[in-house]
Structure formats: structure tokens, C-alpha cells
């Protein structure tokens, strides 16, 4: 089968959903640019927090759990290579170009509604995730240079919330750019800034363990006042782990820019083994490094939680790429939500000015503007949804460990086996289906005790 010209589709679109008059793609992507696609998607905020979980976890389980969770995405992502293509993984006639039409076609109307519901909360939560990381990261740099000026010892302390409303003022404008064919220049910068802050991270860890001359840390992790509080310390850092790893929502989306032959299927789980195995080692490295520099006093945010004061510079340098990258996020992660909703209104009224019609806006020194009020005032009112949610709980470590441990099991364990079992006609109680159903419900216990946890810390530190 050779390239094909096919519409491409959004993220959360279903099938009928596909206009004649989209623009063809032209598949040209090769193993190379999927890996490519695959550290950018999944290296993000969630490194930060790794030292932290390895810290909670000691030398033995922080190490075995992030592997594990690379193991766990790799089963995962390998299921959803196969169910690109219906009926066969190789030869079928049916792409499934996102997430949400491969379960509707899969396992119907019903399932469909039920991952979009997880998988906009998913989108959702990064919104919420990202405004309170840039705030901490803006706050850390004006710290950075108060710690600099009056020495470490200084009382320089800075709110959250007015750097969580101005993030969420440039998230507003940002927002008005109608969709992702528009923003490539903004996800390119996002992606650089992303390998900076994390590589400065993994750096300054180094460098902080070379200075002590000595590994820090314990094989049991960071002692609690109570093994209740350990557990809830430990069940959160699972939660912050499978943060890390947000890939299975975006896997179709990357396979469906590959060309063939070889098949696509083949060319994306090399893809993923080559890029999963890139990411776990830097993971390990920022997590390890982290935990080794600081021992117990680790931060929950490597590069926020003030680990490092000097170069001041750098640790400045870090926190404004998280802070540009974070900016780029944001859309890559709310832009297939208001695709979604705006597609669904333009349905439901077609007659509706409001809704349907745009009108012409020159500014000075900018390009023409096509503005949609619809699209304005929703977006505007997204938007100030996730930052007021983000100024309500503006706790990092627990608010990532909710998301990942809400979403782990359901998108990237439980619909992948569903669809895997359709497509491969798996027999009940076979040696495949018992394996795959053992694998789903310990899965499904790790995003149990994993949301517990986060949850009990969040509603800790909101009472205190």
C-alpha cells in the first residue's frame, strides 16, 4: 500500500463528523518523525515532579515503578498500533485517524461517550495542570533573583494567583487562533523549550551531586508521621508517574501521518519502543539525579521548588522556558476541546449568526483577523474556568497525581484492551484474555490507590 491523500481528522472528531472539503493530507511520515512526535507529546510538565516521586517512593520502588509505567505504555501503545486499521491491523480498508473513532467503531456509540467524557477531562485537567506549573515557574524566577540580591536567607515570598490570572490573560488571546493548522510555529517553540527546561533540570542535578560528593536518600524514601501519611505520600507519586506518561490519547493521531510500506502498525511500535526508551532514561535520570541531590528535603517541582539558587541565571533560563512551553501546551491541549464543542454547536444550530458567522477585524501591524463570537466567548470563558480552578488548588504534585491516576486506567489501559479483544476476536477465559485481564485489573488498582492518594493530599493541603 503506498501514500494515500486522506482528510485528517481532530483529535476528539468522530467519524461522521468528516467534511468533503477538508484539505488531503498526504502521509509522508516516517519512524523517525513518530518518535519525534512521541518525546514531544509526552515530555512535559510531569518530569518535574519525578524527583519528588522518587523521593516518596526510595531507591528501590522509585526506579522499579517508573519502569514499570514505561512497561505499562509500551503493552498499551503496541495494542493501539494494531486497532488503527480495521478489520486487519495491516491490509484493512478502515482508517481510525483518532482516539475516539477507533472506540466508536470498536465498541459503539456508548463506550464513545464514555472515553470522551474521560478524555476531555483529561485535556481539561492539563489546562489546569499547566496554569498553576507557569505561575509557580514565574514566581520561582522573580525568588530566584530576590535570593540572588538579599542572600537565601531572605523573606521573598510571592503569591500564585495574579501569575495564574495574567498566564490566563495571554491564554485568552492565544486561544483565538482558530486550530492546529495555524499554530505549528507555537507547538515547535513549545517542543524546544520543553527539552531546555528538562535538560537544565537533569543537569543542575548532576551538578548538585557532584558538589555534595555524596548520593542522598533512602531505600524506603522520605519518612511520614504516619504510615497512613506515607501511603497517601506514595500512593501520590504513582498518580504523578502516570502523569509523565501522556501518550495513548495521541497515538492514532501520530500513526496516521505515516506512510507505507512498511505498515504503519510496524513502523509505529518501533517508533514507540525507540521513543519510550529515550524518555524513561531521561526520566530516570531527572528522577534519580533529583532524588540523589536532595534526599528527603527533594521539592515537589525540581526547578520551583528552590533545590537550586545558583547560577541564578539558569535556574531563571529554565523556569521561562517551562513558562513558554507551557503557553504552547496549553493550546496543544485545549485546542481538540474546542474543536469538539464548536463542531457540536455549528450542528446543533446551523441557522445561529452567533455561532456560524465570522466577521472581518484589521488591527494595526497585524494580519487580517476572521473573529467568530461563539468561538470568542467560549474560549474566553474556558479559559477562565481552568484558571479559576487552578487559583482554587494551586498544589502541583497533588493536582497532577488526580489527573494521572484518573486517567491512566481508563484511556490508556482499559479501552485499549476493549478494541485489542474486538479486533483479535480474543476467546474468554483463553491464555491471551485471562493475561490481558489480569494486566487491566492490576492497572486498574494503581489508579485506585494512585487517586486516593492524590485526592487525600489535595484535600490535606486545601484544609491546612
Known sequence: MGEEDDPQSPLLESVSSHSASEAPLKRTGTQWTAVAHIITGVIGAGVLSLAWSTAQLGWVLGPICILCFAGITVISTFLLCDCYKYPDPEHGTIRNRSYMEAVKLYLGEKERWICGVFAQESLYGCGVAYTITAAASVRAILKSNCYHREGHDAPCDYGDSVYMLLFGLVQIVVSQIPDFHNMGWLSVIAAVMSFSYASIGLGLGVAKVIENGTIKGTITGVSASSILDKFLLAFEALGDIAFAYPYSIIVFEIQDTLKSPPPENETMKKASMYAIVVTTVFYLCCGCFGY?????????????????????????????????????????????????????????????????????????????????????????????????????????????????????????????????????????????????????????????????????????????
Open 292 to 464: 540523589a541531590a536532595f534526599g528527603d528535603s527533594t521539592p515537589g517541582n525540581l526547578l520551583t521548588g528552590f533545590g537550586f539558587y545558583e547560577p541564578y541565571w539558569l535556574v531563571d533560563l529554565a523556569n521561562a522556558c517551562i513558562v513558554l512551553h507551557l503557553v504552547g501546551g496549553y493550546q496543544i491541549f485545549s485546542q481538540p476541546v474546542f474543536a469538539t464543542v464548536e463542531r457540536w454547536f455549528a450542528y446543533k444550530f446551523p441557522d445561529s449568526g452567533f455561532v456560524n458567522n465570522h466577521y472581518s477585524c484589521k488591527l494595526p501591524l497585524l494580519p487580517g483577523l476572521q473573529v467568530n463570537l461563539f468561538r470568542m466567548v467560549f474560549r474566553t470563558v474556558y479559559v477562565a474556568s481552568t484558571t479559576a480552578l487552578a487559583i482554587l488548588f494551586p498544589y502541583f504534585n497533588s493536582v497532577l497525581g488526580v489527573l494521572g491516576a484518573l486517567n491512566f486506567w481508563p484511556l490508556g489501559i482499559y479501552f485499549p484492551i476493549e478494541m485489542y479483544f474486538k479486533q483479535k476476536k480474543i476467546r474468554a477465559w483463553s491464555r491471551e484474555w485471562i493475561f490481558y485481564r489480569s494486566f487491566s485489573f492490576l492497572c486498574l488498582l494503581i489508579t485506585i490507590v494512585g487517586f486516593i492518594g492524590s485526592v487525600g493530599e489535595l484535600v490535606i493541603e486545601e484544609l491546612s
